[in-house]
């Protein structure tokens, strides 16, 4: 892990990562909380952080919810993201340029029975690589270019090439 940050101003509640770096690492989170009442108190967090570089390689990462019998799971051969922009007042989310490539990805639902075909509740993506730019997600809006996406599902669908835009109000 490599991390540089010159800037974080806390009276103003904002910080820029100037570059971040991971290798070689992996990260397991298993929620151990119970299947409860849903928690309705806020917290105030209207920290602005921005993200001018990040880049991973060989990467993996693993949710686990039991209760909700939630499983994701990524690997992430390469990723590099520049001018990324996290406004959690607002919450309001934005990526300038994302390059993903020799990556794949899992989604399970292991409390459904699995389906012939497409089962989009157990999703196991490979030979993930992509290209975006302009990504920005708010409650109001959702923006982004598809410059490039390939990627072959356990099902046998195979993406050679997408490319487009996407907006949403």
Known sequence: LYARIDRVDLSAEHATLNRVELADGSLRYVSTAPDSEEDTTTTDLPWVIDLEQLALDRVSVELLMPADSLRLQTEVGKARLQDGHIDL????????????????????????????????????????ETRLSDLYYSEERLAGSVEQLSLAEASGLQIESLTGSVRGD
């Open 89 to 128: 007042g607002q919450a309001a989310y934005g990526i300038g340029r994302l390059e993903l490539s020799q990556s794949a990805f899992a989604y399970d639902l292991d409390n459904q029975d699995r389906a012939a075909g497409l089962d989009v509740m157990h999703v196991r993506l490979s030979q993930l």
